[in-house]
């Protein structure tokens, strides 16, 4: 699997838009990006998927570089329950082994009032 | 749809004892998942099953940890005996295999986990 690199932490003012980028250098044609989040003491929840063109659905947008070495997850406007760990995933669609999904640390996105 | 459901929520037990989680996947959904989150290690992948089959437990921390699946809709994560160290927090997840179209979905359920405290 493609190894992912994503900021530690960020802070967005409520209303705004948040801008969470995840780095993915060694990304391979097959692989598609995986966005997850997790509220506090709750279970990661999924938000979104791409593999080379641009996403958007009702929770965020996934805007991926032509290259596809990096990607953004982007909240329009940002509110406090958009507090949480993002995480930012890379892996082969597919069956069988294809569905584990790996986590690496994300990052904690603070939504400040 | 009632989600992902596990239990019990929380769970206190003395070194040793025995300790069973729970879980109810979604419905129709045909791959069942067992993570454990701590802040050391973060989420990890502990087993999953296909149609109640496991298929790779190669997250299991040792022999201690073992999973079943009996039918489609129920799960147990057993720890025979437990420690300390077993402390954190179980999540079990579930997802329908396969779409049809542009592409697969990974799109898992997660259940609102389990909080095991071993002391």
């Known amino acids: 699997d493609a190894k992912t690199t994503q900021p530690p932490s960020m802070d967005c003012a409520e209303g705004r838009a948040a801008n969470l980028p995840c780095n993915h250098s060694?990304?391979?044609?097959?692989?598609?990006v995986y966005w997850y989040r997790q509220i506090h003491s709750q279970g990661p929840q999924y938000i979104i998927h791409g593999l080379k063109n641009n996403e958007t659905n009702e929770m965020a947008s996934l805007i991926i570089t032509e290259d596809r070495k990096s990607s953004t997850l982007i909240l329009p406007h940002a509110t406090l329950r958009d507090t949480a760990v993002y995480y930012c995933i890379v892996r082969v669609a597919g069956g069988g082994s294809n569905y584990k999904l790996t986590f690496g640390k994300g990052t904690l996105l603070t939504v400040n009032p | 749809d009632a989600g992902v459901i596990q239990s019990p929520r929380h769970e206190v037990t003395e070194m040793g004892q025995e300790v069973t989680l729970r879980c109810k996947p979604i419905?129709?959904?045909?791959?069942l998942f067992w993570y454990r989150q701590t802040m050391m290690r973060g989420l990890e992948l502990l087993i999953y099953f296909n149609n109640n089959v496991p298929i790779d437990d190669s997250g299991m921390p040792e022999d201690r940890f073992s999973a079943k699946m009996p039918n489609a809709s129920f799960s147990t994560l057993k720890i025979q005996p437990s420690e300390p160290r077993d402390s954190a927090v179980y999540f079990c997840a579930s997802r329908r295999s396969g779409t049809s179209g542009r592409a697969l979905s990974y799109e898992q359920y997660f259940g609102p986990g389990t909080r095991l405290t071993v002391t």
């Open positions: 060694t990304i391979s044609g097959n692989e598609y």
């Open positions: 419905s129709g959904h045909d791959y």
